[in-house]
Nanobody
Framework: EVQLVESGGGSVQAGGSLRLFCAAS????????MGWFRQAPGKEREGVAV????????YYANSVKGRFTISQDNAKNTVYLQMNSLKQEDTAMYYC????????????????????WGQGTQVTVSS
């Protein structure tokens, strides 16, 4: 089992920045991918950014490219999401997730491949 705990959410004005943290514990050696997903009220949960824990490859949703950066600190078993130039449409509950095994890169942002999930942290962007 892998346990994930998110933190760092909050309220910010449009154009501002936030940094999210995901602390992993348990059988973290079994995870090949760590990702951030988000879900706004009334909408499906969508993939935002994923990092390959082995080679550090990064994958982003088109809506956040150039504004968000995912990174990891393997020594601390922590994954980060730096969010800059935030927009109102970024408002959502953000979830950290972990996946094992091999996943085709074009499928990495699909939530169905992720077995472990955190409880979420709320991000609210106001005008």
């Amino acid at each position: 089992e892998v346990q994930l705990v998110e933190s760092g959410g909050g309220s910010v004005q449009a154009g501002g920045s936030l940094r999210l943290f995901c602390a992993a514990s348990g059988y973290t050696y079994s995870t090949n991918y760590m990702g951030w997903f988000r879900q706004a009220p009334g909408k499906e949960r969508e993939g935002v950014a994923v990092i390959s824990t082995g080679d550090g490859g990064r994958y982003y949703a088109n809506s956040v490219k150039g504004r968000f950066t995912i990174s990891q600190d393997n020594a601390k078993n922590t994954v980060y999401l730096q969010m800059n130039s935030l927009k109102q449409e970024d408002t959502a509950m953000y979830y950290c997730a972990a996946a094992s095994g091999s996943i085709f890169t074009w499928l990495l942002l699909q939530k169905r491949y992720y077995k472990y999930w955190g409880q979420g942290t709320q991000v609210t962007v106001s005008s």
